[in-house]
Nanobody, 122 residues
Framework: QVQLVESGGGSVQAGGSLRLSCAAS????????MGWFRQAPGKEREGVAT???????SVADSVKGRFTISKDNPKNTLYLQMNSLKPEDTAMYYC????????????????WGRGAQVTVSS
């Protein structure tokens, strides 16, 4: 059984930083393509960043230069370091694993966490 559990969300002022974590369990899931997505109220879900099993990364243009995706293999944990946060980054952030096609922010993923709320105030 695959489980993805996000943590590290919270409230921060514009310009601040947060680091999201995603603890992954389940056979083989951490060796697959993994990613971070977000969804703001009234908006469609948006891909933020992905990382392959060999740690190639892809980051959406909207967060490039501010967000970094990484993972700790021994800990089976995925991270999203978010710097220079803006109010428009406010959203529920979801961890995903097991892409069914490629490894980009547009790829379909099989497994999803329940999300972590990030709120950025101006």
């Amino acid at each position: 059984q695959v489980q993805l559990v996000e943590s590290g969300g919270g409230s921060v002022q514009a310009g601040g930083s947060l680091r999201l974590s995603c603890a992954a369990s389940g056979y083989g899931v951490f060796g697959s393509c993994m990613g971070w997505f977000r969804q703001a109220p009234g908006k469609e879900r948006e891909g933020v960043a992905t990382i392959t099993s060999s740690e190639w990364t892809s980051v959406a243009d909207s967060v490039k230069g501010r967000f970094t995706i990484s993972k700790d293999n021994p800990k089976n944990t995925l991270y999203l370091q978010m710097n220079s946060l803006k109010p428009e980054d406010t959203a529920m952030y979801y961890c995903a694993a097991g892409s069914m096609s490629g490894c980009t922010v547009r790829s379909p993923f099989r497994f999803w966490g329940r999300g972590a709320q990030v709120t950025v105030s101006s």
